[in-house]
T-cell receptor, first 113, second 112 residues
């Protein structure tokens, strides 16, 4: 069984730029959720994707957007980066039926300078 | 709004002792409560979870209890070992499989 993978591992961007982060879900999972984890804090829910559509969204502005592909992998896009966007971005995959536990990937560390 | 408070923020125990971490949630509609362990440089790892129709669940040295009336749930680790040292997060969700609301985390140090 393949776990959740994310790329890249680390990323440094300049304020105002755009970034795309990628996630491959665990084998057999059809749902992907994205979380932002600031240093020393718990993860905060950004949004979830199921069947290539957004299936719930947290309190994040529209410049945070996502995609899910037919193979269930997903991208998180952030436009007009701000210094406060510096964080660990976590992807979690799960099933939408039956056992729905969320399993996390290792994350992408984004630094905005 | 939805909020999960977690205590203590740090916890130091001697190897072999027990550790207890407590969480309180605000959304009475919450019905799923997972616990995650996060080691340095890694993503959170699910260690145990409980749903609202169950008051207690145990898996070897780890147990979770839930009091829906008081909106409290707790993680109990017995016979702690140095490899239990990590940051532990509680979370709550009103829709099983969807948005998790996390606590701020507890840094557990197990001294050998």
């Amino acid at each position: 069984e393949t776990g959740v993978t994310q790329s890249p591992t680390h990323l440094i961007k300049t304020r105002g730029q755009q970034v795309t982060l990628r996630c491959s879900s665990q084998s057999g999972h059809n749902t992907v959720s994205w979380y932002q984890q600031a240093l020393g804090q718990g993860p905060q829910f950004i949004f979830q994707y199921y069947r290539e559509e957004e299936n719930g969204r947290g309190n994040f502005p529209p410049r945070f957007s996502g995609l899910q592909f037919p193979n269930y992998s997903s991208e998180l896009n952030v436009n007009a980066l701000e210094l406060d966007d510096s964080a660990l971005y976590l992807c979690a995959s799960s099933l939408v039926e039956g056992a729905r536990e969320q399993y996390f990937g290792p994350g992408t560390r984004l630094t905005v300078t | 709004g939805e909020n999960v408070e977690q205590h203590p923020s740090t916890l130091s125990v001697q190897e072999g002792d027990s550790a207890v971490i407590k969480c309180t949630y605000s959304d009475s509609a919450s019905n799923y409560f997972p616990w995650y362990k996060q080691e340095l440089g890694k993503g959170p790892q699910l260690i145990i979870d409980i749903r609202s129709n169950v008051g207690e669940k145990k898996d070897q040295r780890i147990a979770v209890t839930l009091n829906k009336t008081a909106k409290h749930f707790s993680l109990h680790i017995t016979e702690t070992q140095p490899e239990d040292s990590a940051v532990y997060f509680c979370a709550a969700s009103r829709v099983y499989g969807n948005k998790l609301v996390f606590g701020a985390g507890t840094i557990l140090r197990v001294k050998s």
